[in-house]
């Protein structure tokens, strides 16, 4: 159990619609990093926020945004879905911004499924 | 632009055989190099890492050397376990900044 949480474990849902992917945070840590694993495209680095701001950017479509509350629990919004967005979304976590030399720790991630 | 190549799997070896997985990068400047494992049905782990050229990175029997010279990072085991059994994941991590770009995995079956 690496302490990062994501809810939900799993996500059905049509296309066009919009969900919300939940994460929080090993207790103490003050960045969140989003990731996709899609068979076609591996796994792709998203963004990057830390203690409330965005710090680095991926892959990250303009339907997909992120925030990162107060309380360090990040969420990432994903609109006007399309079946290309079926993936296992991951989130991980890391002491500071300096995800290059931070060990980030990995939640068990979020499966989407858009049909 | 940054990328990594990462061997193609599957590869299934018998227990006790020695591993390696190949991995080169292309990157502009100084970037960091890392090893993640992810075991089935799990997120993944950092299972090693180096930040500079000729660093070695080790956890758990497994190595893996910074090779500026060749751009490489090649995971290596003596002896591998069933409990190997796993993805692994060749990544580096630019030096402007976090953002961080992975292989396309290569799946590890051991054996017994």
């Known amino acids: 159990d690496s302490g990062v949480t994501q809810t939900p474990k799993h996500l059905i849902t049509a296309t066009g619609q919009r969900v919300t992917l939940r994460c929080s945070p090993r207790?103490?840590?003050?960045?969140v990093y989003w990731y996709q694993q899609s068979l076609d495209q591996g796994l792709q680095f998203l963004i990057q926020?830390?203690?409330?701001?965005?710090?680095a950017k991926g892959n990250i479509l303009e339907r997909f945004s992120a925030q990162q509350f107060p309380d360090l629990h990040s969420e990432l919004n994903l609109s006007s879905l399309e079946l290309g967005d079926s993936a296992l979304y991951f989130c991980a976590s890391s002491r500071s911004y300096r995800g290059y030399q931070d060990t980030q720790y990995f939640g068990p991630g979020t499966r989407l499924t858009v049909l | 632009g940054n990328s990594v190549t990462q061997m193609e799997g599957p590869v299934t070896l018998s227990e006790e055989a020695f591993l390696t997985i190949n991995c080169t990068y292309t990157?502009?400047?100084?970037?960091?190099l890392f090893w993640y494992v992810q075991y089935p049905g799990e997120g993944l782990q950092l299972l090693l890492k180096a930040t500079k050229a000729d660093d070695k990175g080790s956890n758990k029997g497994f190595e893996a050397t910074y090779r500026k010279e060749t751009t490489s990072f090649h995971l290596e085991k003596g002896s591998v376990q069933v409990s190997d059994s796993a993805v692994y994941f060749c990544a580096l991590s630019g030096n402007t900044g976090n953002q961080f770009y992975f292989g396309t995995g290569t799946s590890l079956t051991v054996i017994p």
């Open positions: 207790s103490g840590d003050l960045s």
């Open positions: 926020y830390y203690n409330g701001e965005e710090r």
């Open positions: 990157a502009t400047g100084y970037p960091s």
